[in-house]
């Protein structure tokens, strides 16, 4: 890929390792997150390589021309490459063309729209959680934010149902072609286009419980006629539902992408409820991919039903 850069960046991005890159291809992955430096990460998705700068500066043309390129005699070159600034609401293709591409994610295929202006559709940095509620195979799942429920697909694949709920339709017409796109049945998943605060309740009454909940809140969103969803307000009243839906030896996914909230207070808000409802349960950190630096990842929890 050459391209008219004229001035080496002042801080070039930190590539993943050949092995660790290796690695995560033989998982049957190839989204992920490729490359970081300061303000600017660089991800791989399927032959398309992605850079995001959080503020305007360096403008790609002042960069070099190996900036964008993964290091000399490394096993993958990019077939197009898109470069963004985080917020802006337009990218440019300094190689090849197009926004929307298939990927592979623990050989599961999910459509990914790269435009500026929209949600990718796959979040990576959680791939480990979702590995690990393959392995474990869930009978079922209650998949809250669900977006375009990415691990509901990873609990259908391990032969388990969903419930997938969100505020977003367009997401979830997304989760549904993924799920086509893998050719599961819609009948075993159901997919709830509500606000999560009114669907626990329900639930809660109905007397339904799963063999696995995620609990993946945003920080804020609007929920509508005033009605915003705020997580530091809300998470407590959720866990709560959560709890009552969880089923014995269940598993229970909490996932904060919020700054401020750190792993001791969560585990202490955790345990409350535990010893409120005498629930005996296993705490574990949420799984972190190994090209992740621990500082880019959620706050995040697995609870384990041990009762």
Known sequence: MALPFRKPPAAPPTWVAEKIWRGIESTGTDAFLAAWA????????????????????????????????????????????IWQVEGEKSSTHLFGQGSTTEVRELHLRYGIDLSPDSA?????????????????????????????????LAVAAGGGTSLNIDTSARALERGRENFRRNRFQDRDHRFWKEDVRKALPRLVRRGETFSAIVLDPPTFAHGGRGNAFRMEKELDSMLSACFQLLAPRGALLVSINESNTRAGELERRIRSHLQEREIQARLEPSRRPPEVPEIRMPTGIWVFRED
């Open 38 to 81: 300061p303000h600017l990460r660089i991800e791989r998705w399927g032959s398309t390589l992605r850079a995001i700068a959080t503020r305007p500066n360096p403008n790609p043309m002042d960069l070099d021309e190996h900036f964008l390129n993964p290091p000399p005699g490394f096993p993958w070159k990019a077939e197009e490459v």
């Open 120 to 152: 990718s559709g796959l979040f990576p940095d959680q791939r480990e959680n979702r590995a690990l509620l393959l392995a474990r195979r869930p009978g079922s799942l209650l998949n809250l934010f669900a977006h375009t429920c990415a691990f509901g």
